[in-house]
């Protein structure tokens, strides 16, 4: 943080100070200036009167209201500066509550007021000087140049603070913006992670459900079926564990300078392993077909592509009492197309209201891409998501 200047933190006190005070401030002094010609008179001049001294008081004390009611002040200032001249009390050398005013008026009226004011002072100024005897002509480039001057301070005031007004509105603005940004992000994240952790306890689960279910009836027929039973069962709960630590372990804050270690997220190339173990461990025919040249997607896509297949197979296991299914992959230009294709029970009975197919059109909609499922061609349940592949990739990566 830097260090400010003592003027800085005195215009930064006045600020935060009660106006009527500081006001009342301004007022004392422009009476004390006024008084200094009566208190130290000049010697050859002309006394400063009791009815001077009133005169001269009269354009200090409404300084007072000089920001609650800036152009009355101004207008009781304007009458009594010149009066004081006319009736030879005599003025002083300079108008101190002239000046004030004009600066306020500049700083904090409206501008037809402030033009008002200008032309008025300028005008009685002239006027006044020309009525006097002993006006030399310096005095009117020096009276009518220090209003001038007044004037062109206030409205330099008024120019700062409204500058100042619309770096704070903006300041405002951009951090209600990030604010916005920083909620979106988190609820992105929070959305992205919890299809995540759905995706990896729903396909494990299923698989243990599976094997669970089977293990009971073969434990006696044939131990070594049953023995593969419940290590399917083990190696479904270990790779839950391990994918679930890898989520988590993005949201837990490390105390530590060196970050762990963290295994990457599955992708595309990790479909064959998903298919085999979804065959292994349920019994249900699994075949992966591609077609095309396949090439690199973006890391978001890679994990798009595997999660949905996983959903998808999950269902399948879940839901369809299918004896096989398929999972497609159709490398095209500009996009590639995922197919899960199973010949279970049709199209109301894979989860059609819950989570699953919404979460996989989410993860397609959040990679530019778009899903739909329903019935297969020959019967059975079909999901088809097309993810794009952005053109700026292909041509860097393939």
Not at 57 to 70: F, N, Q, S
Not at 357 to 385: Q, T
């Amino acid at each position: 943080m830097t260090a400010r200047s003592p003027l800085a933190s005195v215009v930064a006190r006045l600020r935060t100070t009660n106006p009527y005070a500081v006001d009342a401030a301004v007022a004392a002094l422009v009476l004390f200036a006024v008084s200094l010609q009566w208190l130290f008179p000049d010697e050859g001049d002309d006394p400063l009167t009791w009815r001077g001294w009133l005169l001269g008081a009269a354009t200090a004390l409404p300084l007072v209201w000089r920001r609650a009611a800036p152009f009355a002040t101004a207008c009781a200032v304007s009458v009594a500066t010149p009066t004081q001249a006319l009736y030879h009390a005599p003025p002083p050398d300079l108008m101190y509550g002239g000046f004030v005013v004009l600066y306020t008026m500049a700083a904090l009226a409206r501008p037809w007021q402030r033009r008002l004011m200008l032309a008025g002072w300028l005008i009685g100024v002239a006027v006044t000087i020309r009525h006097r005897e002993d006006a030399e002509p310096f005095e009117y480039a020096f009276q009518l140049l220090s209003i001038v001057c007044a004037y062109a301070l206030g409205a330099l005031a008024r120019t700062q603070r409204a500058y100042t007004a619309e770096l704070e509105d903006r300041a405002r603005r951009l951090e209600r913006e990030r604010a916005a940004d920083t909620a979106r992000a988190m609820a992105q994240e929070r959305s992205r992670i919890a299809r995540d952790m759905h995706d990896i306890l729903a396909h494990a689960v299923s698989l243990m459900v599976v094997q669970a279910e089977a293990g009971p009836v073969v434990v006696r027929s044939d131990p070594a079926r049953a023995e593969a039973a419940f290590e399917a069962i083990a190696t479904a709960g270990r790779d839950a564990m391990t994918q679930l630590r890898r989520i988590l372990g993005v949201l837990k804050q490390e105390q530590s300078a060196v970050a762990p270690q963290r295994l990457p997220q599955p992708g595309v190339a990790a479909l064959p392993g998903l298919v085999r173990q979804v065959g292994e461990s349920t019994g249900l025919r699994v075949e992966l077909r591609v077609t095309g040249e396949p090439r690199p997607l973006p890391p978001d896509t890679e994990v798009a592509a595997y999660r949905i297949a996983q959903e998808a197979l999950t269902n399948t296991v879940k839901h369809a009492y299918a004896s096989s299914a398929t999972v497609g992959l159709d490398w095209a230009e500009g996009e590639v197309t995922l197919t899960v294709t199973d010949d279970g029970r049709g199209p109301a009975a894979p989860d059609g209201g819950g989570h699953g197919l919404i979460g996989i059109r989410e993860r397609a909609a959040a990679c530019g891409g778009g899903a739909v499922s329903g019935g297969g061609p020959d019967g059975g349940f079909r999901v088809v998501v097309r993810l794009p592949v952005p053109a700026g990739r292909r041509a860097a990566l393939g």
